[in-house]
């Protein structure tokens, strides 16, 4: 079994297909749509890597990496950052609050699944 991934995600169809990729891989993926309480869900589940998008409803992705840096618990956890948005004051945001990995969408399903595997090591 390769692990567990946290999907933090809002978008129904991105969802889908990195579930079908990820556990295609051996990966268990729980998703979970609210920024609001997406730390939290974070510190329960404890995956072995997070992927979170940058835009969500409640909470934006940067407020998100920022509370789970914070938390002793989920602060060594490795976050994959996705977005639309590649634009540099989005990465440096997310370089500031802890990212360990950004990728910008679209993104090709091999590198999704080499990157989440090699954070997981």
Partial sequence: MAGTVLLI???PNIV????FLLEREGWRVVSHSNGQDAATVAAQ???DVIILDVMLPNKSGIEILTEIRANSTTRQRPV???TAKGQARDR???KDAGV???MTKPFSNQAIIDTVKTLSQ
């Fill in 9 to 11: 995600e809002d978008e």
């Fill in 16 to 19: 889908e297909a990195l579930t």
């Fill in 45 to 47: 589940v404890m995956p």
């Fill in 80 to 82: 994959l950052m996705l």
């Fill in 92 to 94: 440096a945001a997310a």
């Fill in 100 to 102: 360990s990995v950004f």
